[in-house]
């Protein structure tokens, strides 16, 4: 009876914060698909750079746009690397090089901490102290933003996103994610982990035999969720598909944490190897797998 009042929580948890950034995106994305729909737009592709030095330890905070992508790699620099592409499109060659001036990325830092964040038509705030005067229809023209950027390898993390991709990779530090569309990547070494999104797949590799640091703890509402694990993992795992939809188990080594307590095809309580760190990954409707990796 705990464990049911406990999957229902996290139930509900998962369902608030798709829905929490449903309701601060879709009145942008709802409004590009409406244009799209239109007659065929120009389109303009801006780059830019930016580096920063910023030593191990600190924190890297990423907003991203309603819809693009974001990458972030771990890289043995004390320095971050950001790369940004933004399209814009618009009817005429003048409503898109007004549009590139207002889509666009702000970085701010102090001594332990930068910030990264997408600001643009979708923002009311932001155009209302940038660009009061702009004409109506450009509001609701469709544009993204994509990120590639490197960070210190031991460093906090904190994402925000939209609709758009996200790959994660040799990062090992407090890290936060939280998205509403995504086809997701997250190779994890080690750190602590908590991931929310909304809906979308979700690919996580654990590469190394022992989790260096807290513990980990992936929610995905919707979609499929895809976990690989080394050949000698050392951990405690849980698995948990809340409502449609099914576990798929076919790493040999997990055996149930209690004696008496077997598998089922919505719930597992496991350990590995030695146990240590404790993974959690949760799906609300769909399928979790969880399998070994090659090499």
Known sequence: MKQ???????CIHLCLSAVSFFLFFSSSSFAQ??????????????YKTENIDFGAGGTISIVGAPTGSITVEGWQKAEVEIKVEVEVQAANEKDLALLAQINTFIVDEDFRHIRVETVGTYDKNYMKRAAKK?????LNMPFRVDYYIKVPAFCDLQIDGGRGDLNLSKVEGAVQIKVLESNAKLNLVG?????TIGSGNVDITIPTSIWRGGNADVQLAKGNMNVYFPQNLNANVNASVLRTGQIENSYKFLK?????????GKS???KSGNGGATLSFTVGDGTLKLGAFEN
Do not use: C, D, Y
């Open 134 to 138: 702009i004409p109506k229809n450009l």
């Open 268 to 270: 597992i309580a496991a």
């Open 191 to 195: 750190g602590t982990l908590t991931a």
């Open 4 to 10: 049911n009042i406990k999957l229902k929580k996290i």
């Open 33 to 46: 698909i409406a244009v799209t729909n239109s007659a065929p737009l120009l389109k303009r592709t801006t």
């Open 256 to 264: 149930p944490r209690e004696q008496r307590a077997g598998f089922t």
